[in-house]
């Protein structure tokens, strides 16, 4: 199993987020909702909760390369948004796999706020390069 160097994706520290556990079969992180990933009515952008759960199935993805691969990359992403999360509140994620293959894996991803509610659910199919 490749070593996860955080400086691999310094995107995640630009969104705050946080992996709490970066294992082959589960994924976890978690951030606090700032102004900076926020929309109108001070609630977290759509697209920041999609990069976070993004972020979360390349980190499974990249644990889960065969021998010999080198990276992946999101081939396609679909997410269902189920309610806001406000500006200060923190969202935790989990990643799991659905499929693992030789030349693609697909991740499903749940984000949860404080209170254990379900934010969004991404499911993503990752690209073996």
């Known amino acids: 199993m490749p070593d996860l160097d955080p400086d691999l994706m310094p995107f995640t520290r630009k969104l705050g987020l946080t992996v709490t556990r970066s294992e ?18 001070r609630i977290m ?4 909760i999609m990069a976070f ?13 065969p021998e010999g691969a ?4 999101t081939i396609e992403s679909k997410t269902n948004f189920m309610r806001a999360a406000p500006i200060g509140s923190k969202v935790t994620a989990e990643c799991v796999p ?11 991803t749940t984000l949860t706020n404080d209170a254990g509610k379900t934010i969004a659910m991404v499911t993503q199919s990752q690209m073996v390069l």
């Not at 082959?24 to 009515?41: I, N, P, Q, W, Y």
């Not at 952008?45 to 920041?48: F, L, V």
């Not at 080198?70 to 990359?73: D, G, N, V």
């Open 24 to 41: 082959k079969d589960k994924v976890a992180a978690e951030l606090t909702v700032t102004e900076d990933v926020c929309t109108t009515g």
């Open 45 to 48: 952008h759509g697209g920041a």
């Open 53 to 65: 759960a993004d972020s979360l199935g390349a980190i499974g993805a990249y644990l889960n390369l």
């Open 70 to 73: 080198k990276a992946t990359t």
């Open 98 to 108: 659905v499929h693992l293959g030789r030349r693609m894996s697909v991740w499903q």
